[in-house]
Each structure stands twice: as structure tokens, then as C-alpha cells.
């Protein structure tokens, strides 16, 4: 797999021809016409490279200081003037970046909806993507799925962890941690009998959280669909996204519509919230366009409901990512793209990857 440069445009839509022209391995993330955003969004995001019109006016500075001023606050970013010098010759440019560290909180007001498939599936995906770069915590401590999902039931659990915590550094992780052979995905499973859940507290959840973003960077968390868990909320607190999962059931919709109005509340960023519609059906009375209308919201990805793939999927052990031809696994990786998007695609999936950028407007 082959690493695609992330690129931010500072431009309208001339700039993006341009870019592609001259650029088409370049993944284009976002379309910019104001400096200000630009900042915002290279703050919020991967973006190994920024294109920017020479004729934006920066409010207050000139050009060539916003650049300064940017190189200094991003040396990591990449910046290429475009109507002034061949897009090749870059004022700064240092190797492209990979994504290294993210917490994926994967939530859903309602049960039932999928969350532990999507987040076995994202994780595992971004496994794929990173070489086992990635690790998933099921969270649902009453009643996690995770073991069975990835047919795991024998191994360490969360439990064994926890009088550990207060002592361990992030590689003494690999010890409570199963792997996950075909996708190296590495694995915290929850308790084996729902009455252990009670041992599981905020403080612990906050100590692992931590840890294993220091020992693997990309970190998925399944979770029980209470919104007034303290477990939960500790982990949106840690998480630097959060995947809200929803059906085309109306009861559904409504709590997730609910459930954004609580992340706006609570001051998460739009930006980090992705919405993914999973069991999609083209009979379903609202469309997937109605959906993305009632909750003001683009989706993220699309998954379908196909019950042949993943019900064989469950009953292998073996997630759905692992069958690559499938329109669901091609849904997932679209997915992993919008959350993650510095991560490189498998071949196949860049072909299926119909791209749903992140437009401001
Ligand atoms: N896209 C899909 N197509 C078909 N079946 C699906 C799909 N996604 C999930 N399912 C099925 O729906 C059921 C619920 O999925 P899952 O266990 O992931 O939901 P959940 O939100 O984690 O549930 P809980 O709230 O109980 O933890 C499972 O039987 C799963 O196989
Ligand atoms: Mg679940």
C-alpha cells in the first residue's frame, strides 16, 4: 500500500483542477477560500501539504507573513505557493506524515445499531492501513461483543489490567493485549461476566485511554449505548473523534439528532463528530439524502444492510474488512478515510472510494 499526501487547498475551484492536474496522487481534503479556516482546519486534521493562490489576502498580513507565520506554527505541514512558481517547487517541504495518534470513540444513544461491527471493522481497517498501528478497548463493560466478534473469548480482558494501571507503562500493555492475526489489530477485551463491570471505573478507563495512545496511537473504543455512563463519558473526554452510529429507523434518527445536539452543547467540535448510517436500505422510507437533511449533517459513510456478509462475518470471527469485493468493506474504509484521513487506502478500495470530502460550505 502506497501513502497518499493529504492535501489542504487554500483556493477555489481553479486551484483544485490545478492540483489534480499536476498532483494526482494527491488525496484532496478540503477546499478553502479563507486563511483564517486554513489554520482551523490544519489544527483539527492530518493535512501533509497546504496549496495555496498566490491572490488569497490574508486579513492583516501580507501574504508571505501568513506563510511565515504558518510555517513556524506547522512545521510539519508542507506549503506550496500556486500563479507564482511551479507547484513542485515548495517553499517548505518536509516528508509526508502518516496519522499517529487518534482515540475513536464509536457510540450510539441507541442498542443494537452496530456499533461494536463498525468499530471492530474500523479498527481493524486501520490496522490494515498502519501495519498494527492500532488497537480496540471494548468499553460496553455489562455486555461487550468485541471477544465474539473477533472470536477472541479466551484470552486477557480488561480486568486483569486494572490493579496494574496505577504502574504500568504503555508496552506493559502487550500483556493483557490479544492480536487479532489477520489484521495484527491488537485487542482489549471487556469482562468475561457482566457483575466484573463494577470494577471498572472512570480512573481506569482514563490511565488506559492514555496508555494506549502511547503505545499504539490509533485507539477505537466500543461502547453501551447509556449516555449517563461515567465510563462513557470519560472516554468522549479522551476521544479526539467520535462516530456516532445510526440506522434509517425514526427512532433511531431522532436520539442521534439528539445526541449532536448534546455534543454541539458540550462544546465538541463539529468537525471531530462523524456520522455513519449503517443497515442502509433503498426501501427504507427516508432516504439516505432525508437523513442527512433531518440531522443537518453529511454522513460520513454509508454502510449497508447486508445481512449475508456480516452474519457470515460474525460466525467466522473474521471481520468484513477481511472481504475485500464487498461493498460493505469498501464502506468501511470510506469511513476510516473521513475519520482518519491520513491513512493510505487498500488498492481496491481507492477504486470504490467514492470520496465524500470535508467542505466547509
Ligand atoms: N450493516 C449491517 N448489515 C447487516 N447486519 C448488521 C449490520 N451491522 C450490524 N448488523 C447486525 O446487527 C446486530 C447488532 O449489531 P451490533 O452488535 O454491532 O450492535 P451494537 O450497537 O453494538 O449493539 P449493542 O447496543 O447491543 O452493543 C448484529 O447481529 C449484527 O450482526
Ligand atoms: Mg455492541
Known amino acids: 500500500m502506497t501513502q497518499r499526501a493529504s492535501v489542504l487547498i487554500a483556493g477555489d475551484y481553479r486551484c483544485e483542477q490545478v492540483v489534480k492536474q499536476e498532483r494526482p496522487d494527491a488525496r484532496i481534503v478540503g477546499v478553502l477560500k479563507d486563511l483564517a479556516l486554513v489554520e482551523y482546519v490544519a489544527s483539527e486534521m492530518i493535512v501533509d501539504e497546504i496549496v495555496v493562490d498566490r491572490h488569497l489576502a490574508?486579513?492583516?498580513?501580507?501574504l508571505d507573513e501568513w506563510i511565515g507565520r504558518f510555517n513556524k506554527a506547522f512545521p510539519q505541514i508542507a506549503v506550496t505557493v500556486l500563479g507564482e512558481s511551479p507547484i513542485r517547487d515548495k517553499v517548505h517541504a518536509p516528508a509526508a506524515k502518516v496519522i499517529t495518534s487518534q482515540t475513536v470513540v464509536v457510540w450510539s444513544p441507541k442498542g443494537g445499531v452496530g456499533k461494536t461491527f463498525i468499530s471492530v471493522n474500523l479498527a481493524c481497517a486501520a490496522s490494515?492501513?498502519?501495519?498494527?498501528?492500532?488497537v480496540l478497548i471494548d468499553l460496553d463493560v455489562y455486555s461487550g461483543d468485541i471477544a465474539t466478534y473477533l472470536d477472541l473469548s479466551g484470552g486477557p480482558t480488561i480486568i486483569e489490567?486494572?490493579?496494574?494501571?496505577?504502574?504500568?507503562?504503555?508496552?506493559?500493555?502487550?500483556?493483557y493485549t490479544q492480536k487479532y492475526g489477520p489484521s495484527r489489530l491488537n485487542v482489549i477485551c471487556g469482562p468475561r461476566r457482566p457483575e466484573l463491570s463494577a470494577l471498572v471505573g472512570i480512573d481506569h478507563v482514563r490511565q488506559l485511554l492514555s496508555l494506549a495512545a502511547r503505545r499504539w496511537g490509533l485507539v477505537y473504543v466500543d461502547t453501551a449505548p447509556d449516555i449517563t455512563s461515567d465510563l462513557l463519558g470519560e472516554a468522549i473526554d479522551a476521544a479526539s473523534a467520535i462516530v456516532l452510529v445510526i440506522t434509517q429507523d425514526v427512532c433511531a434518527l431522532k436520539q442521534g439528532k439528539v445526541a449532536l445536539d448534546i455534543f454541539r452543547k458540550l462544546g465538541i467540535q463539529d468537525s471531530s463528530i462523524h456520522v455513519v448510517l449503517n443497515r442502509h436500505s433503498k426501501d427504507a422510507p427516508l432516504s439516505e439524502g432525508k437523513v442527512e437533511e433531518y440531522l443537518e449533517k453529511k454522513l460520513a459513510s454509508v454502510v449497508p444492510d447486508d445481512r449475508k456478509t456480516v452474519e457470515k462475518s460474525v460466525f467466522q470471527g473474521k471481520p468484513v474488512v477481511l472481504f475485500p469485493k464487498t461493498e460493505t468493506a469498501s464502506s468501511i474504509w470510506r469511513l476510516l478515510s473521513e475519520v482518519s484521513p491520513g491513512l493510505p487506502l487498500p488498492d481496491a478500495d481507492k477504486r470504490h472510494n467514492k470520496t465524500r470530502r470535508f467542505r466547509f460550505w
Not at 128 to 134: D, I, R, S
Open 128 to 134: 490494515m492501513a498502519t501495519q498494527g498501528k492500532a
Open 58 to 62: 490574508p486579513r492583516g498580513e501580507t
Open 161 to 175: 489490567i486494572l490493579p496494574e494501571l496505577p504502574r504500568l507503562r504503555p508496552e506493559g500493555l502487550d500483556r
